[in-house]
């Protein structure tokens, strides 16, 4: 079996970190994995020599140094093709990466006005009415998906799968940044799902204990 090495952000900040994280969680595989702190100096030096797009998450293997969050998640999925981390079904399995890949290019006004903060909890701020549209084509596209595979489970495709590792940040930036009175009763619900896995209750943890602070995001 290959000995996997994931080098991650700050648990508290790096959303990007956290999706693959979560899909070698999901995978219940074997792996170590490495913090490296951002924006500080050592860190940004370790991160510019060993990555090759120069930002985390990376993933080392035997015999490679992998950049970019979805590749190393479709790398997972086919090193271990038997944990189910993309839905079976062609068609649900064709939906979910493109949904995926909108999350990956997109929602920049999301991204921008609400940075990740784990440890944020319940904070509204106010947001431009780019990112309110941005939010609510979020939730109709979440209320879509699970609509359509309700039966097979709570999450977006109905068992869990690598989709929901990708929508996983915008989960804690909801609920560092958004009232509840403000999101439909389905995204509520998604949310409680997600925030009840261990994964992410593990993830928030582990961001909790960490000292680093990057002032910026500190919005
Ligand atoms: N497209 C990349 C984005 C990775 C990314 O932007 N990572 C941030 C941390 S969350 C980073 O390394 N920032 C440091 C920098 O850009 O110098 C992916 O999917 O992995």
Redesign the pocket.
């Known amino acids: 079996m290959k000995q996997l090495l994931l080098v991650i ?1 700050n648990k508290n900040y ?4 956290l999706r693959p994280w979560l899909v070698m969680k999901f995978a219940n595989i074997d792996f170590a994995c490495e913090t490296v702190p ?1 924006f500080t100096e050592e860190g ?1 030096m370790r ?1 510019r020599a060993e990555s090759p ?5 990376y993933l080392k293997t035997d015999d490679m140094v992998l ?4 590749a190393i998640a479709e790398y997972i999925a086919e090193l271990y093709p038997n944990k189910g981390l993309w839905p079976e079904d062609p068609v649900k399995r064709a939906k979910a990466r493109s949904i995926c890949m909108g999350m ?1 290019s997109g929602f920049f006004n999301i991204r921008n006005e609400m940075p990740m903060n784990v440890r944020r909890r319940n904070k509204p701020i106010e947001l431009s009415e780019a990112a309110w549209r941005e939010v609510k084509q979020m939730e109709k596209l979440w209320r879509e998906t699970r609509e359509d595979y309700a039966q097979a489970g709570p999450f977006l495709f109905g068992e869990r799968s690598i989709a929901d590792a990708f929508f996983a940040p915008v989960i804690w930036r909801f609920n560092s940044y958004i009232s509840k009175k403000d999101l439909l009763p389905e995204t509520i619900q998604y949310m409680k799902v997600m925030l009840a896995m261990p994964e992410m209750q593990g993830w928030a943890a582990m961001a909790s204990e960490e000292s680093w602070r990057i002032d910026k995001v500190e919005i």
């Open positions: 952000g790096s959303s990007w970190s951002l940004m991160i797009n120069k930002k985390v998450p950049s970019e969050s979805l990956a």
